[in-house]
């Protein structure tokens, strides 16, 4: 008899799958198995794969929901949220890597989507100021201000002040709207002002605001708020 599990083969041949078509050859919650087969071995992990995508919505989503929302689902523990969260580390690691260093106008696209996947999926407002030199090459990146679900504040003195420390001459601000509605309020056009006139006074450029969120991402620049 074979008492090997029902889900060894499955296992072996979504593996197999993986290596010879690559990841986007697996749905969502095929890779989330693959995550979970490493904290699991002794049962289908199927079932709270989907668990997992139902409660959150995508495998995005899951790697970067917040742990103590992950164990509200049975059957997940410290083991299954370590995973997720090295595979979201390893994930915007590897996003940052391709603006670091070099001149982020010639690699928007790459700013974007390191952008959606550092803060899209946060559950409170973060305010982050991309600090540039005179080649618009990416010196620092740093986030300035954490807030409530719904407001961040922001000080145009601080951020100018953090410019001059670095030596940068431009500045990117990105905010993320948890709600998922990127469209700018009326307290973020009346900041980014301030900023922006702030920085004139002292030969800094702002090239833009992004507000991100999981219902995409909005630049004050292309809106002709700048």
Not at 31 to 54: C, G, H, I, Q, W
Not at 136 to 155: C, F, S, W
Request: aromatic letters at 6%; one cysteine or more.
């Amino acid at each position: 008899m074979n008492d090997k599990p029902h889900y060894a083969g499955h296992r072996q041949r979504l593996r197999q799958r993986f290596l010879k078509s690559g990841p986007d050859a697996l749905p969502d919650y095929e890779l989330l198995e693959m995550l979970l087969f490493m904290t699991n071995t002794r049962r289908d992990v199927k079932p709270l794969a989907k668990s997992l995508l139902a409660r959150f919505g995508s495998l995005a989503e899951v790697i970067s929901a917040d742990p103590a929302a992950l164990r509200e689902i049975k059957g997940i523990g410290d083991a299954a949220i370590i995973a997720f969260k090295v595979a979201q580390a390893a994930a915007l690691r590897l996003a940052r890597a391709e603006v670091m260093k070099k001149p982020v106008l010639s690699s928007w696209q790459a700013l974007m989507d390191y952008c959606r996947a550092s803060m899209a999926y946060e559950t409170i407002e973060r305010f982050r100021i991309l600090y540039l030199n005179r080649k618009n090459v990416l010196i620092a990146d740093e986030v300035r201000q954490k807030g409530t679900v719904d407001h961040t504040p922001v000080y145009p003195r601080e951020v100018v002040k953090r410019a001059l420390e670095l030596g940068a001459t431009a500045l990117i601000m990105v905010h993320n709207h948890p709600s998922g509605d990127p469209t700018p309020s009326q307290a973020d056009i009346d900041m980014t002002k301030e900023i922006k006139e702030a920085g004139e006074k002292l030969g800094i450029v702002l090239h833009d605001h992004l507000i991100v969120s999981k219902g995409g991402i909005n630049s004050f620049k292309e809106m002709g708020l700048l």
